[in-house]
């Protein structure tokens, strides 16, 4: 099963991909991720990458493309994989499709900006595997601790409101024409293309990916 998911930043799509990698069995791979755990390293990509990231611009897609061709080659992406976060460029999808790598679902989901405005303002991570919490809609079971390690919970330096609305700008021109890309890809039989409405609540969203996906 190889997953894509699409949506507009803080539409829910680490929270849900926590959830289907679990359910599922398929590992996780956000770009977001390897290049925050980049930043952290300190390498040469982590450095070049934080100053694209922190001004809510996307990285280029040479260095993307490279980070997920080397990543799906892994053992552990044989049987499928959810790509969180990829691709957010048409050249980004073409890459994949000219590598011959197939997308079996493609889950847009659906939330309008000003919803997404205000859910990043509440929005807590734990750095170290990626969960994501909300301080309303989805809050850790102790504050400020992630439910599994412990570990402090953390705020994204990309989720400053005027950040936020950077990265949505970003998206609409960039990533939205994804859909209809995606759209002509689920016509021509090439892969399933589905929206989901994601201003239900984060259980809702789960119980409608797994009627989708199963
Ligand atoms: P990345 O880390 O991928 O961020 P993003 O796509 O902007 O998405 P987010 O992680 O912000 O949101 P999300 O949809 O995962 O929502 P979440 O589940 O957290 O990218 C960061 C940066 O890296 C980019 O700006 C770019 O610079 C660079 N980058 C990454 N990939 C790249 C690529 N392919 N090409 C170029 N550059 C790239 O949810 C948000 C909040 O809402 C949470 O608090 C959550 O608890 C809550 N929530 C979730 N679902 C619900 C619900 N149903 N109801 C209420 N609250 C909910």
Known sequence: MRIVLLGAPGAGKGTQAQFIMEKFGIPQISTGDMLRAAIKAG?????????????????????IIGLVKERISQDDCAKGFLLDGFPRTIPQADAMKDAG??????????????????????????????????????????????????????IRADDEESTVR???????????????????EAEAGRTRHYKVDGTQSVEQVSRELTDILS
Do not use: C, W
């Open 101 to 154: 790598v197939p997308v079996d679902y493609v889950l847009e989901f659906a939330v309008p900006d000003e919803e997404i405005v205000k859910r990043m303002s509440g929005r807590r991570v734990h750095p170290g595997s990626g969960r994501v919490y909300h301080l309303v809609y989805n809050p850790p079971k102790v504050e400020g601790k992630d439910d599994v390690t412990g570990e402090e919970l953390v």
């Open 166 to 184: 950077k990265r949505l700008a970003v998206y609409h021109e960039q990533t939205a024409p994804l859909i209809d890309y995606y759209k002509q």
């Open 43 to 63: 390498t040469p990509l982590g450095l070049k990458a934080k100053e694209v990231m922190d001004q809510g611009q996307l990285v280029s897609d040479d260095i």
